[in-house]
């Protein structure tokens, strides 16, 4: 018998909205509960794509808004073979951002949102996206918000605006950061515990 297959599970949201720390939260959580479980995140700074945007967010290295967006979609393309031998091995994926953010930011810019989608197009589609927000005054409260190129209160309410313009009901979660960290697991790890058991059928091409 095939093993089934584990499930693509996406985190998006605003720069400090408690992403990273609640993909950790979730990953350890399945894995406690027998599941086979695998964070990974975009950016994935480790590639040589990876370090172009690194220096690029770091203020380090100008790049056209052209350029950078598809940096960006490349760094998720370069891993889309090990996703899908690692999710057709029946591994579940908690990933901490994706073409979502790709277009949210460069969108934000003022670069045509359609013209933005197109390089993600055909991507492995997600089979949940936790959508997580966040009141504006606690992220700017958040530590090192500021740091990076993107972190200014201005440009992430332009980022939140594009992110409500792509929620998609039929299979996004939005989940309220505000809460305890605890609270706020507890929301995502009800949502995602209803994908787990779900037959969600073969991988899918997002926007195809
Ligand atoms: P991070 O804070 O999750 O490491 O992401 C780095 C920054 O890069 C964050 O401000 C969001 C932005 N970003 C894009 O502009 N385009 C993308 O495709 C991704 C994945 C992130
Ligand atoms: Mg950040």
């Not at 994926?93 to 390089?119: E, F």
Request: glycine letters at 6%; proline letters at 2%.
């Amino acid at each position: 018998m095939v093993a089934r297959r584990g499930k693509l599970i996406v985190f998006e949201g605003c720069d400090r909205s408690g992403k990273s720390t609640q993909c950790a939260k979730l990953t350890d959580r399945l894995r406690k509960e027998g599941h086979k479980a695998e964070l990974l995140k975009f950016p994935d700074r480790t590639t040589s794509i990876g370090l172009i945007i690194n220096n690029y967010l770091a203020n380090k290295e100008d790049q056209s808004d052209e350029v950078i967006h598809l940096l960006f979609s490349a760094n998720r393309w370069e891993c889309m073979q090990k996703m899908t031998n690692l999710l057709l091995g029946g591994n579940n994926l908690v990933i901490d951002r994706y073409a979502y953010s790709g277009i949210a930011y460069s969108a934000a810019k003022g670069m045509d949102l359609n013209w933005c989608r197109q390089p993600d197009v055909g991507l492995i589609k997600p089979d949940k996206v936790i959508y997580m927000t966040l009141s504006e005054n606690k992220a700017s409260e958040r530590a090192d918000f500021g740091e990076e190129r993107y972190e200014k209160k201005e440009f992430q309410a332009k980022v939140e605006k594009i992110f409500e313009q792509l929620h998609d009901p039929s299979y996004w979660q939005v989940v309220n950061g505000d809460g305890s960290i605890d609270e706020v697991h507890q929301d995502i790890f009800s949502a995602v515990s209803e994908v787990l058991s779900a037959d969600c059928g073969p991988l899918q091409k997002l926007w195809t």
